[in-house]
C-alpha cells in the first residue's frame, strides 16, 4: 500500500478529532453520587483525540504530518494548537470556530481498561469543505480518524474526499472508533469504505462493524467491503488480512526493553491511546515500504510504547526506538 506519488509534500494527512483529555489514573476511578468526593492517583491535562494522537505519534517518528480538524476559539483549543505545533504537526487547516467550545473527553482510567465520556464541542463540525482539494494532492497518506464522532459533518463528504485523495496518488485508511449511537453505519460509511485502502478497527469494533458474531466472520466481511483490515487486539497483537492471507502479529512479554542502549521499563500504566499510535506506526511502516504484516509490527512497538506513560503521546517513541522494539514483535501466518 504505497502511493504512487514520488515526492509528496506530506507523508501524512490525518482528518478528525481534536481535543484535551482530562485523564483520570487509579486503581477505582468510578465516581460516587451523592456529592462524595473521592481521591485518585492523577488527574492530568493531555493530548486527546483520536486524529491528534496519531499525527503526533506520526510527527515523532519522523513523518511530516499535517491534521485537518475543528476546535474553538477558547483555552482549550489553545492547548491543542500548542501542543499539536510544538510537536511538529502541521496545523494550518486546523479551523478555529470563534463562540464554539473545543470538544473535551474525561476518560477515566484503571489499568487496561477505561470509561470514555466526550463532549464533541467543535470537533462535530468538520466537513469535507474543510479539507481544501491541493491539501489533499499535496499527501502521500490520508488518514480519518473517529468517524463516527463526526458521522454527521465529515461522513457525507467523505467518500468523495478519499477517492480524490486516490486519484491524486495517496493511499487511505480509516479508524471508525467506537459508535457511540450504537448504530455502526450504513451506506454513507461504506461508500467510504469503498475508496479506503486499509481499515483499522479493534476487535470490539470489527465485530459490530461487520454485524458478524465471530472475528473470523468479521474479518471475511469487513475484507469484502474492499479494504485490507487490521484488527487490534489490544496486548495480544493484531490481525492482518490482504488478498486472502492472514498474519498474526504479536508482541511477545518482556519485562524490560532495551532503546537506545538504555533499559526500559515495560509496566503499562496507561492504555489511552495505544491503538492511535499503533496506527501512525502501521501508516509510517507502509509509507516506508514495509508489507502490511512487517508494517503492523511496528504498529505494535509503536502503540505497546505509548502505554508506558499517562495519556495517549507522552511515551510515543521515534523511529529508531520503534524499531528496537518492533524486534520483540513475532509475525506468523495464520490465526495463530
Known amino acids: 500500500m504505497t502511493g504512487s506519488q514520488l515526492n509528496p509534500e506530506l507523508d501524512l494527512l490525518v482528518l478528525g478529532d481534536c481535543n484535551p483529555d482530562v485523564l483520570v489514573l487509579g486503581g477505582d476511578v468510578t465516581p460516587e453520587f451523592g456529592q462524595q468526593e473521592k481521591l485518585v492517583s492523577t488527574i492530568s491535562l493531555v493530548v486527546g483525540g483520536s486524529a491528534a494522537i496519531t499525527a503526533i505519534a506520526a510527527a515523532r517518528l519522523g513523518l511530516r504530518v ?33 463562540g464554539e467550545a473545543t470538544g ?13 465520556i466526550t463532549a464533541t464541542g467543535a470537533m462535530a463540525a468538520l466537513t469535507a469543505g474543510d479539507v481544501p482539494s491541493d491539501l489533499i494532492r499535496r499527501a502521500g497518506h490520508v488518514h480519518v480518524s473517529s468517524y463516527f464522532l463526526l458521522e454527521q459533518s465529515l ?22 472508533n467506537w459508535d457511540p449511537a450504537g448504530r ?17 478497527p479493534n476487535e470490539a469494533e470489527a465485530r459490530h462493524l461487520s454485524g458478524e458474531p465471530t472475528l473470523r466472520g468479521a474479518i471475511v466481511a469487513l475484507t469484502g467491503m474492499g479494504p485490507r483490515v487490521v484488527v487490534k487486539l489490544g496486548a495480544s497483537g493484531a490481525l492482518s488480512a490482504a488478498g486472502g ?12 526493553a532495551v ?15 495505544a491503538g492511535d499510535c499503533f496506527n501512525a506506526g502501521l501508516i509510517a511502516g507502509l509509507l516506508g515500504g514495509l508489507d502490511l504484516p512487517a508494517a503492523a509490527r511496528l504498529g505494535c512497538a509503536v502503540g505497546t510504547a ?18 528496537e522494539l518492533a524486534e520483540s514483535v513475532d509475525v506468523r501466518p495464520g490465526w495463530q
Open 259 to 273: 532503546v537506545d542502549t538504555t533499559v526500559v521499563d515495560t509496566t503499562v500504566v496507561d492504555t489511552t491511546g
Open 155 to 176: 461522513g457525507p463528504g467523505l467518500a468523495g474526499l478519499l477517492a480524490d485523495a486516490r486519484a491524486g496518488g495517496a493511499t487511505t485508511s480509516l479508524d471508525t
Open 66 to 98: 499535517a491534521l485537518a480538524a475543528t476546535i474553538g476559539a477558547d483555552p482549550a483549543g489553545d492547548f491543542m494548537l500548542g501542543q499539536l505545533s510544538a510537536a511538529g504537526v502541521d496545523t494550518a487547516h486546523v479551523r478555529v470556530l470563534p
Open 184 to 200: 455502526w453505519g450504513g451506506g454513507q460509511l461504506r461508500a467510504a469504505l469503498a475508496h479506503t485502502d486499509l481499515l483499522l
Open 104 to 116: 473535551m473527553t474525561v476518560a477515566l482510567s484503571r489499568g487496561a481498561d477505561r470509561a470514555i
Open 306 to 323: 505509548s502505554t508506558r506513560a499517562a495519556g495517549g503521546t507522552a511515551a510515543a517513541p521515534s523511529l529508531a526506538a520503534a524499531l
Open 245 to 256: 492471507e492472514l498474519h498474526r502479529i504479536e508482541p511477545r512479554a518482556v519485562d524490560t
